[in-house]
């Protein structure tokens, strides 16, 4: 069964990586979250995609040079105008606060670690100390573009999933999954056509794709009984899913 895995959370109608989105993923009923994490200036983990707050906040400059104060000063909600009036304005969450909100439900939790570019120091232990103290080793999965990064989380955590990003094309990927003690792999969507697909599921590799949001995507991946979707848009992955159940 195909679950569904919400990118940035809701992202396609929520700002993405807030708390607003995660918690409009989990209210639509998909069955897991994707994140991404760096490291503020005093080295506490927050949750952002981009190297720099410019694109997604009200502010300017590198997540690294930005105390954690002042990351939770800047508004979250760049590009959505109706929650920009919001009582509560959206923030830069921390991948604590992530977890203390987990406590409330089963979701999975995808953790992009967004080291490829900055090597932010000892990221892999505090993600996996954190992942520790809460006892979420089942319900988390490490992934990266960073497949280096990978290989330390597995020699750090073996009992953690891990699951490398890719975006070109490559031969039997399962194989190179397995190489780097990998479980799962997270393809471009363009770089996952169903024999891959296929493929890497017959062979105990878990494959989840990105970014899926076209609802013939959608119906073909659920079709082929694809290990998960990420998406910017779960509920309506959700809904596609229920109905093709039906038929």
Known sequence: MTLIFA??????????????????????????????VHLSKEGEIVVIHDETVDRTTNGKGFVQDFFLSDLKSLNASYKFKTFQSFIRVPRIPTLREVFDW??????????????????????????????????????????????????????????IETAPLYSEGLYMPWIYARAIHAKGMHPNMKAAPDMIIRGAIEDGIAVRPYTVNKKEDMERLIAIECSAIITDYPEKAKKIKKQMMKT
């Open 7 to 36: 990118h940035r959370g809701s992202a396609g109608t929520h700002p993405e990586n807030t708390m607003e989105s995660f918690i409009a993923a989990e209210k639509c009923g998909a069955d897991g979250i994707e994140l991404d």
């Open 102 to 159: 987990m406590k409330g439900n089963q979701l999975q939790c995808n953790i992009e670690l967004k080291n490829g570019k900055i090597m932010y120091p000892f990221l892999e232990e505090k993600v996996i100390d954190l992942i520790r103290e809460y006892q979420y080793e089942e319900r988390i999965i490490i992934s990266s573009f960073n497949h280096y990064s990978l290989v330390h989380c597995y020699q750090l955590a073996p009992d």
